[in-house]
């Protein structure tokens, strides 16, 4: 099945520094990929639609100018929490789906765990 | 976005007996429905999906079922293993149909 990479796996940052995860789809190209954040025991949250070689899409609530998106390549979208804080403390976890492929099934990458202290 | 809701939130069963976890969702236009599960820190993993052109779907011990005329879609496993415990979420497809809607999940405990 399609594979889908995220880095790194786990962060911790001081309050106010920035923040970049990347994901990757590993064997497919992926025009769209996902960004979801999820508070423990809660569910996944989606924040954004990223768009290969445009803006990305924002859920309602989420802003933009804190959490920037940048999806350059067909492979590759990366996540930026700029200016970030203790309750920016989450799971992200970001998915792609096989457009090209036909494919309904969205591929998860294993998440990324940021701690602000 | 699409209004995703799920029932139970925790549902414990004794080994061996049947779980069933319901969603209900919002657009009726939405035509793909995946159910996952994820366990401890770890990324969701699909288990089954289905498609609206069809009621229901079954894979060994899990089965789907879909009522598109209530908007509503369940998750049945049967024959329940203490390794089934986990946090089942289900999904529906937004307006664009791109991207997904996440039910707020369900705990499912397997009491051996």
């Known amino acids: 099945g399609a594979v889908v990479s995220q880095h790194p796996s786990w962060v911790i940052c001081k309050s106010g520094t920035s923040v970049k995860i990347e994901c990757r789809s590993l064997d497919f190209q992926a025009t769209t990929m996902f960004w979801y954040r999820q508070f423990p025991k809660q569910s996944l949250m989606l924040m954004a639609t990223s768009n290969e070689g445009s803006k990305a899409t924002y859920e309602q609530g989420v802003e933009k100018d804190k959490f920037l998106i940048n999806h350059a390549s067909l492979t590759l979208s990366t996540l930026t929490v700029t200016s970030a804080h203790p309750e920016d403390s989450s799971f992200y976890i970001c998915?792609?789906?096989?457009?090209?492929?036909?494919?309904?099934?969205?591929?998860f990458g294993p998440g990324t765990r940021l701690t602000v202290t | 976005g699409e209004n995703v809701e799920q029932h139970p939130s925790t549902l414990s069963v004794q080994e061996g007996d049947s779980a069933v976890i319901k969603c209900t969702y919002s657009d009726s236009a939405s035509n793909y429905f995946p159910w996952y599960k994820q366990e401890l820190g770890k990324r969701p993993q699909l288990i089954i999906d289905i498609r609206s052109n069809v009621g229901e779907k079954k894979d060994q011990r899990i089965a789907v079922t879909l009522n598109k005329t209530a908007k509503h879609f369940s998750l049945h496993i049967t024959e329940t293993q203490p390794e089934d415990s986990a946090v089942y979420f289900c999904a529906a497809p937004g307006n664009t149909g791109n991207q997904f809607y996440f039910g707020t999940g369900t705990s499912l405990t397997v009491i051996p």
């Open positions: 998915s792609a789906r096989d457009f090209l492929g036909g494919i309904d099934e969205q591929y």
